[in-house]
Structures are given as structure tokens and as C-alpha cells.
């Protein structure tokens, strides 16, 4: 195994760390099969299921216990991929979902974040991307495919709007733009637990439950977006 697939541990040993589970969900099967391959290729992943439907989703999510879910937003019968997701997260918030789709409008971010989705994918991406994000969101980060997150950024407005400080808005701009707690860290020369900390007083200031329900709140109110 590649040295740097060790975890060191407090007395000096490594340990193997996690493979990520993930499952895939869409209805169309050559979708399926090419992402679980590109995956199924990559050290440290592996795809633990494949599901058509929301309904067979939620079911499988609740048996197989994935580390992330590949989540189509429009499925074919039954439950679509926001309605999925919100079943699975009921049962498992630890569950990082990702929404996989053909379309790039606004209004379906904004109702994948509200959903509880950690990032949303277009499918046209490069499997470099496919992997980059799904690694993201297992480690608690927020991703956003870079056509939708560099213009975001673009729009990004950092004026006096809502009740944040600059620099939670720069933080939540951040995760929105699929960086992680550790990445922001080290581009704002600030320790992980003081991101962490404006992370916190962001979802009170905007009365969120969650980092992700956070940013979706910024985005739709404008303040990051």
C-alpha cells in the first residue's frame, strides 16, 4: 500500500484507514455502471450497491450503511432523488449525499442543499472529479461541481448582508466551493477548530441546524451567492 494511504497514529503507528462505501443511484444502468467503475478503480473506495429507484435507495442505504451516496435527482417512478435523500438522512444523518445530475440550475442546488445533500455533481464530470468530490463530502465538506461553484464565487457578494461577519461569510463561501474544514484552514492561515468555530456561529446567526442547511440559507438569502 502507498505510504501515503497511512494514517499515523498517536504512538507512532499507521493503520490502514476507512474505505469509503459508497452506493450509486440512477435509473439509467450504463450511469450506474460507469460511475461504480471509476470508483471501484480508486484505492480506498468501494462501491458497496446499486440502486434504480429512490424507494430501493432508502432501503439499501438502511441494510448496506454507505459512507456516501451517489444520488440521481430525477428518477424514474416513485421518489425522486430529493425525497430519497431526505429519507435517508432521517434514518442516518451521517450520510453524506451527493446529487448526481444532467441539469445545472440553481433552483435544483438549492433544493439538494435544502434536502441535506453535502454536493451536487454534474454528470458530464471528469472522473478525477467524480472521485475528488465524493472524497470531499466523506470528509465533511460541502462540494459543488466547478462549473456551478466558480460561479458562485463570481457572484459572491460580501456586502452587508444578513447578520455575518466577513469572515464567516468568506468560511461559508468556502464550503460551498467544496472546500473542507482543513483546506479553508490553510488558505485563511487559521487552525481547524477556528473554522469550525465560524462555522457555529454562522448556523446561529442564520438559525440552522446544519453546516449544510447553513449554506443553503446563504445561498438562497444571497449572502454568499
Given at each position: 500500500?502507498?505510504?501515503?494511504?497511512?494514517?499515523?497514529?498517536?504512538?507512532?503507528?499507521v493503520t490502514e484507514p476507512?474505505?469509503?462505501?459508497?452506493?450509486?443511484?440512477?435509473?439509467?444502468?450504463?450511469?450506474?455502471?460507469?460511475?461504480?467503475?471509476?470508483?471501484?478503480?480508486?484505492?480506498?473506495?468501494?462501491?458497496?450497491?446499486?440502486?434504480?429507484?429512490?424507494?430501493s435507495a432508502v432501503s439499501?442505504?438502511?441494510?448496506?450503511?454507505?459512507?456516501?451516496?451517489?444520488?440521481?435527482?430525477?428518477?424514474?417512478?416513485?421518489?425522486?432523488?430529493?425525497?430519497?435523500?431526505?429519507?435517508?438522512?432521517?434514518?442516518?444523518?451521517?450520510?453524506?449525499?451527493?446529487?448526481?445530475?444532467?441539469?445545472?440550475?440553481?433552483?435544483?442546488?438549492?433544493?439538494?442543499?435544502?434536502?441535506?445533500?453535502?454536493?451536487?455533481?454534474?454528470?458530464?464530470?471528469?472522473?478525477?472529479?467524480?472521485?475528488?468530490?465524493?472524497?470531499?463530502?466523506?470528509?465533511?465538506?460541502?462540494?459543488?461541481?466547478?462549473?456551478?461553484?466558480?460561479?458562485?464565487?463570481?457572484?459572491?457578494?460580501?456586502?452587508?448582508?444578513?447578520?455575518?461577519?466577513?469572515?464567516?461569510?468568506?468560511?461559508?463561501?468556502?464550503?460551498?466551493?467544496?472546500?473542507?474544514?482543513?483546506?479553508?484552514?490553510?488558505?485563511?492561515?487559521?487552525?481547524?477548530?477556528?473554522?469550525?468555530?465560524?462555522?457555529?456561529?454562522?448556523?446561529?446567526?442564520?438559525?440552522?441546524?446544519?453546516?449544510?442547511?447553513?449554506?443553503?440559507?446563504?445561498?438562497?438569502q444571497r449572502i454568499i451567492?
Amino acid at each position: 500500500m502507498p505510504l501515503d494511504l497511512l494514517v499515523p497514529c498517536d504512538d507512532g503507528t499507521v493503520t490502514e484507514p476507512a474505505v469509503l462505501r459508497v452506493l450509486v443511484v440512477d435509473d439509467h444502468v450504463a450511469v450506474r455502471s460507469g460511475v461504480a467503475g471509476i470508483l471501484n478503480a480508486e484505492p480506498g473506495i468501494t462501491v458497496i450497491g446499486q440502486a434504480a429507484n429512490g424507494e430501493s435507495a432508502v432501503s439499501m442505504a438502511a441494510r448496506r450503511r454507505p459512507t456516501v451516496i451517489v444520488m440521481d435527482v430525477k428518477l424514474d417512478g416513485g421518489i425522486d432523488g430529493l425525497e430519497a435523500t431526505r429519507r435517508v438522512l432521517e434514518a442516518d444523518p451521517d450520510v453524506a449525499v451527493i446529487m448526481f445530475t444532467a441539469f445545472g440550475e440553481h433552483q435544483l442546488l438549492n433544493d439538494g442543499l435544502q434536502a441535506g445533500a453535502r454536493g451536487f455533481m454534474i454528470k458530464d464530470a471528469t472522473p478525477d472529479e467524480v472521485v475528488r468530490g465524493i472524497r470531499i463530502v466523506a470528509e465533511g465538506g460541502m462540494y459543488l461541481d466547478p462549473s456551478l461553484s466558480s460561479e458562485l464565487l463570481r457572484r459572491r457578494n460580501l456586502g452587508e448582508v444578513g447578520v455575518l461577519t466577513p469572515r464567516e461569510r468568506e468560511v461559508l463561501g468556502l464550503l460551498a466551493a467544496g472546500r473542507s474544514n482543513r483546506d479553508i484552514a490553510a488558505q485563511l492561515f487559521v487552525s481547524v477548530e477556528t473554522v469550525r468555530t465560524h462555522v457555529r456561529n454562522a448556523m446561529r446567526k442564520l438559525e440552522a441546524d446544519t453546516r449544510t442547511q447553513a449554506v443553503a440559507l446563504a445561498i438562497r438569502q444571497r449572502i454568499i451567492a
